[in-house]
């Protein structure tokens, strides 16, 4: 089946331009030609939509484990007097996963870029399940001393390579398997959608686990059991290495030919550090967006809108299951007003909505649970739309030889920075009766961020096609255009 071409009709974002004359070196990326990659689709669309989403699903399940059991970790891992500071170094450690991402973003999407998006998956997922494994395991500070805060640390930076490597795997495989008319709706389904769903297999083993070891049993154990969930992400891994085929814009299909390698500094010389400069602005607000409403949803049901844990087990859950459903409208969305629109108009709403939500949820107060329900599914649908089209975005600046790269290390150095948000608002709170304050505060002010830069940034919906970078000619006005 034909991929219709694609012409665009400005300058096509993330491309730095031809060089003049013979080539010196690869500080540029060279001009490509049409391969047979660019015109098919995958073999296995379906299988390779399934372990995108589940990947990115497993991702981000690991992750929110350690927000469910803040509590019991930092009595166990971090135990301190305050119980601000011992709930902040949580987030701490949450904080070294976060600042790890980039790192592993760059590793790994190398090796996608180079290697291939499968290869790469196969490694992160198994990494990504084994660590999260291995931080039920750590034993407590009465037991071992200050060598258990070490031991989860080193866990977490660990962690926090190979889930920088998620990003460099699932979503461009995702997209790069499936036709130009569904990856709107795809990159909601991956980026925002799988983050949901994520969360909502968290909810339901933070629910079935909290049920078999209740009260002092969950302090002690049940959260433990929680991180040993963590393997079935690692059972991904041999999934993907079974059933999913390569990605036919990177191996070029039938006729086998993979894109030329282009090195790392491309991202860094040119247009490309102006392109990778906003598009972490972009991702940066969209992230704190993220984690001042979902990643904080559990803390700040637990302790400073407390409510029971049965309700806000399923207050988690349904607000985990509306994040799908935002997630994939707003990525359809992205398809019919473009990337950029659909994000703006989000982000222009939340500048508004977000502190004013969260202002009323900590004012109704734990005994109000079915209007902290309803607010708190409002607050998520609003954050996690906005960034849904975020990935597609990120992937449609880069071309597909620099993609997993370009897309890995723009979304998590913008996540980095937006994922250090809570930590701040802890930090910056002298007790617990002043986080929702804070809270207010860094909301607007992420909202701010991610409005400001996308008004910076162009449309990319339909300026590249996936499989190969465009031609450069020029026009009749003298300047350039980019023709697929």
């Not at 997922?125 to 039920?136: E, F, I, K, P, Y």
């Not at 910076?456 to 350039?480: C, I, L, Q, Y």
Request: proline share 7%; hydrophobic share 50%.
């Amino acid at each position: 089946m034909l991929v219709p071409p694609l012409v665009a009709d400005r300058d096509a974002p993330g491309f730095p331009p031809k060089p003049r004359g013979p080539p010196t070196s690869h500080s540029d990326i060279e001009e490509s030609t049409l391969t047979p990659a660019a015109q098919e689709y995958s073999k296995s669309p379906r299988a390779a939509i399934f372990a995108s989403v589940a990947g990115w699903s497993f991702d981000l399940f690991d992750l929110f484990l350690l927000l469910y059991v803040a509590g019991p970790v930092s009595k166990s891992i971090f135990p301190t007097s305050n119980p601000t500071l011992g709930i902040a170094a949580v987030f701490g450690s949450f904080a070294v996963t976060v600042i790890m991402r980039p790192v592993g973003a760059a590793v790994f999407g190398e090796v996608a870029d180079r290697r291939g998006r499968k290869k790469a998956m196969v490694v992160v997922m198994g990494g990504v399940g084994l660590t999260t494994a291995a931080m039920g395991l750590v034993p407590s500070y009465a037991v071992v001393g200050v060598l258990a805060p070490v031991l989860f640390l080193t866990l977490r930076v660990a962690q926090g390579l190979f889930v920088g490597g998620v990003t460099a795997t699932t979503h461009t495989l995702g997209t790069e398997s499936i036709g130009p008319r569904r990856r709107g709706l795809m990159s909601g389904l991956i980026g925002a959608g799988g983050a949901g769903l994520g969360a909502a297999l968290a909810s339901v083993a933070y629910i079935a686990v909290s049920a078999v070891f209740p009260g002092p049993a969950f302090e002690e154990w049940g959260w433990r059991v929680l991180f040993f969930c963590g393997l079935a992400g690692a059972l991904l891994s041999l999934f993907v290495s079974r059933k999913v085929d390569e990605s036919p814009a990177w191996d070029g299909g039938e006729a086998g030919r993979a894109p030329e390698p282009v090195p790392f500094r491309a991202l860094l010389r040119g247009t490309g550090k102006k392109v990778l400069a906003l598009n972490i602005a972009v991702a940066a607000g969209g992230g704190a967006q993220y984690y001042l409403t979902s990643g904080f949803l559990p803390t700040l049901l637990s302790e400073i809108v407390p409510v029971g844990e049965s309700l806000r087990g399923t207050i988690l859950l349904v607000c985990s299951l509306a994040v799908v459903v935002a997630a994939i409208g707003a990525g359809e969305l992205s398809e019919r007003l473009g990337r950029r629109r659909t994000m703006l108009g989000f982000g222009l709403c939340n500048l508004v909505a977000l502190p004013t939500v969260v202002w009323a949820i900590t004012g109704a107060g734990g005994e109000r649970g079915a209007t902290v329900t309803v607010l708190c599914v409002i607050m998520v649908m609003l954050s996690n739309a906005a960034y849904a089209p975020l990935m597609i975005f990120l992937n449609e600046r880069y071309p597909t030889e620099l993609r997993a790269r370009g897309t890995a290390v723009s979304w998590n150095m913008g996540f980095m920075l937006g994922g250090l948000t809570p930590t701040f608002v802890t930090l910056l709170s002298p007790d617990l009766a002043h986080v929702p304050s804070r809270l207010v505060f860094f909301l607007a002010g992420s909202s701010l961020v991610f409005v400001v830069a996308l008004i910076a940034v162009p449309e990319t919906r339909g300026s590249v096609s996936f499989g190969r970078r465009p031609e450069r000619v020029g026009n009749r006005d003298g300047g350039t255009v980019d023709r697929v």
